[in-house]
């Protein structure tokens, strides 16, 4: 079945640090991605919807300055947490889903990050 | 506006025993996709079973199935002989053309020995 591939899966650093988290679709072409942040306990809150080759798309709330998503190609979407700290700890899910597909193919999830900022 | 609903935050059920966990839904689209996803400790988000809202039939997978009543909106979980690996948080979704699934606050389920 299809892959993604999210990278790294554990990050602790830093406060004022810049992190990125990388979201890899291995066998197949990743027209959308997905990212989501889910705190303890809860459900995953879409945080924006990349294309390739286009702008992210921001759900209300979410600081594009703060989060930028880069999806430059079919098979790799970027999620950087800019001068992070301790508020922006949680747990970052990416998703991916294919060129072909339609509404119902389910999402393929990364096994996600957990990032702690000190 | 598209909502999802879990009422029941937890549950606990006996090993080989059933369960059923619930989820209501609200939207105006009539075409829509409805999914189970579980989330086990490893956080890693694994797909239960789907149903397509045009089909009558109730989807099934091995000890999983669905109770689709689509005009009440309502989509539970039963899972048989409920194994102790089915411990985990489980999660209804939402999905129409729009892509974007909706997912319910989800419900964690332990599976007692």
């Known amino acids: 079945g299809a892959v993604v591939s999210q990278h790294p899966s554990r990050v602790i650093c830093k406060s004022g640090t810049s992190v990125k988290i990388e979201c890899r679709s291995l066998?197949?072409?990743?027209?959308?991605m997905f990212w989501y942040r889910q705190f303890p306990k809860q459900s995953l809150m879409l945080m924006a919807t990349?294309?390739?080759?286009?702008?992210?798309?921001?759900e209300q709330g979410v600081e594009k300055d703060k989060f930028l998503i880069n999806h430059a190609s079919l098979t790799l979407s970027t999620l950087t947490v800019t001068s992070a700290h301790p508020e922006d700890s949680s747990f970052y899910i990416c998703?991916?889903?294919?060129?072909?597909?339609?509404?119902?193919?389910?999402?393929?999830f990364g096994d996600g990050t957990r990032l702690s900022i000190l | 506006a598209q909502t999802v609903t879990q009422s029941q935050p937890e549950m606990s059920v006996q090993e080989a025993e059933t369960v059923t966990l619930s989820c209501t839904y609200d939207t105006s689209e009539n075409n829509y996709y409805l999914f189970w996803y579980k989330q086990p400790p490893s956080r890693q988000m694994i797909l239960v079973i789907r149903?397509?809202?045009?089909?009558?039939q109730n989807a099934t997978e091995n000890r999983f199935s669905v109770n689709f009543q689509k005009a009440a909106k309502s989509f539970s979980l039963k899972i048989s002989d409920s194994q102790l690996g089915d411990t985990a948080m489980y999660f209804c979704?939402?999905?129409?053309?729009?892509?974007?699934?909706?997912f319910g606050t989800g419900t964690s389920l332990t599976v007692i020995p």
């Open positions: 998703s991916a889903r294919g060129a072909t597909g339609i509404s119902n193919q389910p999402q393929h």
């Open positions: 979704a939402f999905i129409y053309t729009g892509n974007q699934f909706y």
């Open positions: 990349s294309n390739e080759g286009s702008k992210a798309t921001y």
């Open positions: 066998d197949f072409q990743a027209t959308t």
């Open positions: 149903q397509e809202a045009y089909k009558q």
